[in-house]
């Protein structure tokens, strides 16, 4: 059974309990727009080159010596002999080193300036104003930048 409550005490009281909640959302919005260009220019530069020619210097030694065999070309020391025969008619057939080419390599440097085309590319950008135009972003040394 129900006791009645005494006039006496107070009632009990109800507190509401509210709750926040936060949502986060996100939105994206065009702050602004750039491009990008590249500008390719030709250059003449002029460049130094070192260029080697090799000549061969031949000296003709006569030797008219004759030789049972050929012999085969050889080096002495950085000279080719290359042996040159004629056979001569006589009572008998003899072989005479009739004279040797004496080859020599010389080489000869010389320098020179060559003019060569070299291609260069330059980024430039952009920003896009509010009246509709662009406008090349700089640096503080007036040099393009990128953002």
């Given at each position: 059974?129900?006791?009645?409550?005494p006039p006496?005490?107070p009632a009990?009281?109800?507190?509401?309990v509210?709750?926040e909640?936060?949502?986060?959302?996100?939105?994206v919005?065009?702050a602004?727009?750039?491009?990008v260009r590249?500008?390719?220019t030709?250059?003449?530069?002029?460049v130094?080159?070192?260029?080697?020619v090799?000549?061969?210097?031949?000296?003709r030694v006569a030797?008219g010596r004759p030789?049972?065999e050929?012999?085969?070309?050889r080096?002495?020391?950085?000279?080719l002999?290359?042996?040159?025969?004629?056979?001569?008619v006589?009572?008998?057939?003899?072989?005479?080193?009739?004279?040797?080419l004496?080859?020599r390599l010389?080489?000869?440097?010389?320098?020179t300036?060559?003019?060569?085309d070299?291609?260069?590319?330059?980024a430039?950008?952009?920003?896009l104003?509010?009246d509709?135009s662009?406008?090349?972003?700089?640096?503080d040394q007036?040099?393009?930048?990128?953002p």
């Amino acid at each position: 059974m129900n006791k009645p409550v005494p006039p006496s005490q107070p009632a009990p009281a109800v507190v509401p309990v509210i709750a926040e909640s936060v949502v986060v959302q996100r939105q994206v919005e065009t702050a602004g727009q750039l491009r990008v260009r590249i500008r390719a220019t030709t250059v003449t530069e002029q460049v130094p080159l070192e260029q080697v020619v090799q000549q061969a210097h031949v000296e003709r030694v006569a030797v008219g010596r004759p030789c049972a065999e050929r012999e085969p070309a050889r080096y002495e020391s950085d000279v080719l002999v290359v042996p040159v025969y004629e056979e001569v008619v006589t009572i008998s057939r003899q072989l005479v080193l009739k004279e040797e080419l004496r080859v020599r390599l010389m080489n000869t440097t010389s320098s020179t300036v060559q003019a060569v085309d070299v291609r260069r590319e330059e980024a430039i950008v952009e920003r896009l104003q509010p009246d509709g135009s662009w406008v090349e972003v700089k640096d503080d040394q007036g040099n393009s930048e990128t953002p």
